[in-house]
Nanobody, 120 residues
Framework: QVQLQESGPGLVKPSQTLSLTCTVSGGSITTNYYYWAWIRQPPVKGLEWIGYITYAGTTYLSPSLRSRTSISRDTSKNQFTLHLSSVTPEDAAVYYC????????????WGQGTQVTVSS
């Protein structure tokens, strides 16, 4: 059973960089054909895809966030990390990490989500 767990600060000040880490257990982030994604949901809005890093380490990022976003990984810890720079109150959301099965193109495992507030 694959499990994902987000961790990071719940409160970030405007203009700072938000860093969230997803720790994966029950499966390796280098296993072929799985992509590891970050998705967020702002208050009273739908899910927004941020980006993902593939089993091979390639990243794909949302065009609307690409200039402020990076995703990295630590294979020794089986973790991947989101960095979102220059945050504003519009970046406040519940942030989820999830696994994408690239064959079925469906998200089959999700973390529980972590609330991020942007405030001074």
């Amino acid at each position: 059973q694959v499990q994902l767990q987000e961790s990071g600060p719940g409160l970030v000040k405007p203009s700072q960089t938000l860093s969230l880490t997803c720790t994966v257990s029950g499966g390796s982030i280098t296993t072929n054909y799985y992509y590891w994604a970050w998705i967020r949901q702002p208050p009273v809005k739908g899910l927004e895809w941020i980006g993902y890093i593939t089993y091979a380490g390639t990243t794909y990022l949302s065009p609307s966030l690409r200039s402020r976003t990076s995703i990295s990984r630590d294979t020794s810890k089986n973790q991947f990390t989101l960095h979102l720079s220059s945050v504003t109150p519009e970046d406040a959301a519940v942030y989820y990490c999830a696994r994408l099965n690239s064959f079925e193109y469906e998200y089959d495992y999700w973390g529980q989500g972590t609330q991020v507030t942007v405030s001074s």
